[in-house]
């Protein structure tokens, strides 16, 4: 069965400074990978996903994506955080036909 | 705008209550998902839907029972409402197919059950 785990359940960046959100997962074929974001009180936003080709994908909002296959890894990096980036943020694994597993969430708090 | 609507965004019920959660998709999508999101915990799927009629349990589905009987509408129901089914409620809508396809959320319905 697929996993993911966010190692991270709190991260605190200071505005203007660069972030990254730790991602593994767990699948036995080509994974297809996801990052949303919740903000306070809201649904979840895609920011990007990766299924081939390029490892590193751009996402909206300035947020970019790795994928490392030999270290299972997706991480998500921003160079310059702002005020308005501090929410919840989940990485996924898309599982069979339609299905993703969702990790439990990195929190960004984002000090002035 | 794509939209995914939910009937209520805060619910007060007691235990013992039957419950209904609404979901709404405008986007003529064929896949329909109920998540439940408790803290330290993620999102975790209860149920999800691929066709009108038709339903799959995710990995939580007791206590719960889904419908659908049209396209754009998906009901999560709780039979006999409990407090350990507090929880924030998500329903989501994909296109049919590979799981690459994005899952549009909606707000959520944040559930009490007293």
């Known amino acids: 069965a697929q996993s993911v785990t966010q190692p991270d359940i709190h991260i605190t960046v200071s505005e203007g400074a660069s972030l990254e959100l730790r991602c593994n997962y767990s699948?036995?074929?080509?994974?297809?990978l996801f990052w949303y974001v919740q903000s306070p009180g809201q649904g979840l936003q895609l920011l990007l996903k990766?299924?081939?080709?390029?490892?590193l994908v751009q996402g909206i909002k300035g947020f970019e994506a790795e994928f490392k296959r030999s270290q299972s890894s997706f991480n998500l990096r921003k160079p310059s955080v702002h005020w308005s980036d501090a929410a919840e943020y989940f990485c996924?694994?898309?599982?069979?036909?339609?299905?993703?597993?969702f990790g439990k969430g990195t929190m960004l708090l984002v000090s002035p | 705008d794509v939209k995914v609507t939910q009937s209520s965004r805060y619910l007060v019920k007691r235990t013992g209550e039957k419950v209904f959660l609404e979901c709404v998709q405008d986007?003529?999508?064929?896949?329909m998902f109920w998540y439940r999101q408790d803290p330290g915990l993620g999102l975790r799927l209860i149920y999800f839907?691929?066709?009108?009629?038709?339903?799959e349990k995710g990995d939580i589905p007791e206590g719960y029972s889904v419908s659908r009987e049209k396209k754009e509408r998906f009901s999560l129901i709780l039979e006999s409402a409990s407090t350990n089914q507090t929880s924030m409620y998500l329903c989501?809508?994909?296109?049919?197919?590979?799981?690459?396809?994005?899952?549009?959320f909606g707000p959520g319905t944040r559930l009490t059950v007293l």
């Open positions: 699948y036995g074929a080509t994974p297809y």
């Open positions: 996924a694994v898309g599982a069979g036909y339609s299905t993703l597993t």
């Open positions: 986007m003529d999508h064929e896949n």
């Open positions: 989501a809508s994909s296109l049919q197919g590979s799981s690459y396809n994005e899952q549009f």
């Open positions: 839907s691929y066709d009108v009629k038709m339903k």
């Open positions: 990766y299924f081939s080709g390029d490892t």
